[in-house]
């Protein structure tokens, strides 16, 4: 026992000092709400990597959520770069009710978010036609405010058990799971144009591509209901301009067949998945969201 204790403990030092690890990141621009960077940069990087934002849930933490995905094992096969952005205000959750965020150019945890984004495009040329955002719960949440504020920067984002872009604008209360304003977490529901316009005030003018989404969501999700992942799916059909064309359960649904698996137009700019006893948050099925976002 003590020699196979001695051989993991050399295996661990092993791969701290030839492989890569997650490294804090300090001074990297514009940040006026104080968030952390954390960022894994794999030993083998690909020329002109892509950047994959990847957001914690409440609660949560930068080591936390590198830890509760298999990205950074995909990252070190596929030579893209994962940035893990971490807060610690409002018990760790993210600022997805404050105007700041919800605008394009504006402040908040998004500008800071940017900031990161930009940093390491330039220290490792990444390529800016391959940035992608995911993040689960209040992770999530951050996700859609991300692709709403800024269509401009990412390709696609994948949100596990989210909410739409601006659910909680103008909530003067943390959007934490104990918060006093619970109206959006229940299922706040628009139509699909209302749900729209919110998007489109986020960045006035803009006229440009706007990112692909993955909306996933646990039909026993007692904590941010359904509802939830519906009304994103109304959001950005109409910001997409796509319909629902087919809706498939079963087996050859990727994410398992408990998943009902909603496809608009093709499915490649805009797909839900609904998982039957799936509750808070449904965990995050890496290969489905890497071959969404075209890097596998």
Not at 55 to 72: E, F, I, K, V
Not at 178 to 194: K, R, V, Y
Not at 245 to 257: C, D, F, I, L, Q
Request: with cysteine.
């Amino acid at each position: 026992m003590k020699f196979l204790n001695a051989a993991a403990s050399l295996m661990a030092l092993a791969s701290s000092a030839f492989g890569a690890s997650l490294q804090q990141v300090t001074n990297f621009g514009k940040n006026p709400t104080s968030i952390q960077m954390f960022i894994y940069v794999p030993a083998k990087l690909a020329a002109n990597p892509a950047i994959i934002v990847a957001l914690h849930p409440c609660g949560g933490s930068a080591q936390q959520w590198y830890s509760g995905t298999r990205l950074p094992s995909y990252a070190d096969s596929n030579g893209f770069i994962v940035i893990y952005p971490q807060t610690t205000k409002y018990s760790n959750c993210w600022d997805v009710n404050n105007a700041g965020s919800l605008t394009h150019g504006g402040s908040g945890d998004a500008l800071g978010i940017i900031s990161m984004v930009n940093y390491t495009l330039d220290k490792y040329s990444g390529d800016r036609a391959k940035v992608y955002v995911m993040g689960a719960s209040s992770g999530a949440m951050m996700t859609n405010v991300m692709v709403g504020s800024y269509p401009d920067v990412f390709e696609a984002g994948a949100a596990y058990s989210g909410v739409a872009f601006a659910c909680f604008a103008g909530s003067t209360s943390p959007p934490t799971p104990m918060g006093a304003n619970q109206s959006c977490a229940q299922g706040l529901q628009h139509t699909p144009e209302q749900w729209a316009a919110f998007v489109h005030n986020a960045y006035p003018g803009y006229t440009g591509k706007r990112p692909r989404m993955q909306v996933i969501h646990g039909m026993a999700d007692a904590l941010v209901r359904p509802q939830c992942g519906y009304e994103q799916l109304k959001q950005w059909s109409a910001v997409l301009g796509l319909t629902n064309t087919k809706n498939v359960t079963g087996s050859s649904v990727p994410e398992g067949a408990q998943y009902t698996q909603i496809n608009y137009g093709d499915g490649s700019q805009l797909v839900g998945y609904f998982g039957q006893g799936v509750g808070h948050f449904a965990p995050p099925n890496e290969s489905v969201m890497l071959k969404f976002f075209g890097l596998l």
